[in-house]
């Protein structure tokens, strides 16, 4: 792919596929019980969410259908890129490859947000507009960002829906998930809120899925120092157990939104003949 800014371009191949063939049910088991529990997509088509003092119209999110070894584009920030893992492939996005039998193409600049530019690129608008139309994902997972956290809430819609729109136009046979804004630091800071309170809403209304780790409490003060390195080097970047684990929290969500492949009936036996 073309990657921005002359960034190189990463790609995971899985690693255990049959791995993932094997384990696929058990996980889906278990997040099928977290998607009962939590279901940001449950909301009936043609319904209105209230943020604040807007009505938000809701399309009710369709099942994903993947091929078995599916191409999925993992496009975000640091936490995408791989930062504070002792090596950027051991980082959530490459971790889900070897959890699924996927190929990710993994697309995540340092400092990015929907406003912000970041450290080795630019916004995410002007990322999006960058990508290589050939790439052809079967999915596109979109992270974050917490980076956006301070400009502040005036543009940030309007800059979302800017991007979303260049990306389905992009891609427009890839399904799009957009998985929100992971707490950095606990409690959730006010403005990392409204960002996955915003983000929700704008996905709503396109009738795409919306993972919420804040909603699903993938970060709490249980795991914190076990998912996070507050250290120097790791500046409150996911450790590399923290993206092992949070390929794993995003694998699970995935399986469980994701409809089960048609199974072939076996043919009936042959009638005994006496």
Known sequence: M??????????????????????????????????????????????????????????????????????????????TYGSAATDPTLGYA???????????????VRGSGYLKPGIDGPSFGDRIAALDPVLDPDLVIVQGSINDRKQGAAGYRDAVDAAWDALAATYPDAR???????????????QTARID????????????????????????????????DTGATGRDHPSTAGHAYLADRLAADIAAITEAPAVAAEPAPEPLVP
């Open 94 to 108: 490459y971790v889900l490859a070897q959890r699924t039998g996927w190929t990710t193409i993994v697309d995540g």
């Open 197 to 228: 309170r915003d983000l929700a809403d704008l996905a709503a209304a396109r009738g795409w899925w919306y993972l919420s780790p804040i909603a699903e409490d993938w970060i709490t003060d249980a795991n914190y120092l076990d998912v996070i």
């Open 176 to 190: 799009i998930v957009i998985l929100g804004p992971a707490p950095q630091v606990l409690p959730v800071e006010t």
């Open 2 to 79: 073309t990657y921005p800014q002359r960034v190189p371009s990463r790609i995971a191949l899985p690693r255990r596929r049959a791995a993932w063939a094997v384990s696929a049910v058990a996980i889906a088991a278990v997040a099928v019980v977290l998607a009962v529990a939590w279901r940001p997509w449950a909301a009936p088509a043609g319904t209105a969410a209230a943020s604040g003092t807007n009505a938000v119209s809701v399309v009710a999110a369709q099942p994903l259908s993947l091929p078995a070894q599916a191409r999925v584009l993992v496009f975000g920030d640091s936490w």
